[in-house]
């Protein structure tokens, strides 16, 4: 049986240094004695010395190492490491599967997504708002659901660092701010840790450096003028307005 997290499941949902270390482990051969069983996977990883690994079939973060970390419950390289076997087979990960996005970039390019493109990227768009869902406790639940919020975050800058600049790109930013800050605001969405906001504040200076690529983004700045944000993200970009 495969498991039911692929790749990008383990991509965009662990955190960077972790994820980092993890792909070199994977990529020097030091997962060894990989073997499948009933509910998971079990392999000795070459670290410091070896670790006895095992990671469930469902759920890449439960598993248990003799690391350290793993001894104290915390999602290990060595772990990881094992998940991306699984999911690759052995297989080489390519460039792609490599480029780690952590915040919005700016892809450089002018230009327009035509209807097909356009349709998938709301598309994509929506399926990663899924992650940056209410919190309903209870409180033992509490790290994977900042987890959660951050790998939303992660899955909408892969999607909008990869967007070209235009009016019709701007305006999909915006409007996928105004969802977030709704999120924020009355949708239940507890960011204690920062996550979400951190990803508003990035995708603002992202449209600012649209505006100025193509001053016609401005305009689209417009919607929101007059709008009770949660915390006043807009004012850079409404400060553009007119100038
Ligand atoms: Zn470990």
């Not at 999909?172 to 977030?180: D, G, M, N």
Request: aromatic share 10%; glycine share 6%; hydrophobic share 35%.
């Amino acid at each position: 049986m495969l498991p039911t997290y692929n790749f990008d499941k383990i991509k965009f949902a662990t955190d960077r240094p972790t994820l980092e270390k993890a792909i070199g482990l994977y990529e020097n051969g030091k997962v060894t004695q990989f073997r499948e069983e009933l509910n998971g996977f079990f392999a000795t990883v070459l670290g410091t010395k070896p670790y006895r690994v095992y990671v469930d079939k469902r759920h890449y973060d439960q598993g248990d190492c003799d690391c350290y970390l793993g001894q104290n419950e915390t999602l290990c390289k060595h772990m990881v490491a094992v998940a991306i076997y699984a999911v690759m087979d052995g297989r080489p990960l390519t460039e792609d599967d490599k480029k780690i996005i952590s915040a919005p970039k700016c892809s450089g390019r002018l230009g327009e997504l035509n209807k097909i493109k356009l349709a998938a990227v709301k598309k994509s768009i929506t399926s990663a708002m899924r992650y940056i869902k209410p919190y309903n406790g209870p409180s033992r639940i509490w790290f994977a659901y900042q987890n959660s919020l951050s790998e939303g975050c992660s899955r909408l800058s892969a999607i909008i660092s990869e967007l070209p600049v235009s009016e019709q790109t701007a305006k999909i930013l915006v409007e996928t701010l105004l969802r977030l800050d709704r999120k924020l605001c009355t949708g239940g969405v507890d960011d204690s840790d920062g996550a979400v906001g951190d990803f508003i504040y990035e995708t603002v200076d992202l449209l600012k450096d649209f505006a100025k690529i193509d001053s016609d983004c401005v305009d689209i700045f417009k919607k929101l003028k007059n709008k009770e944000t949660c915390f006043g993200w807009e004012e850079p970009l409404l400060e553009l307005i007119g100038k």
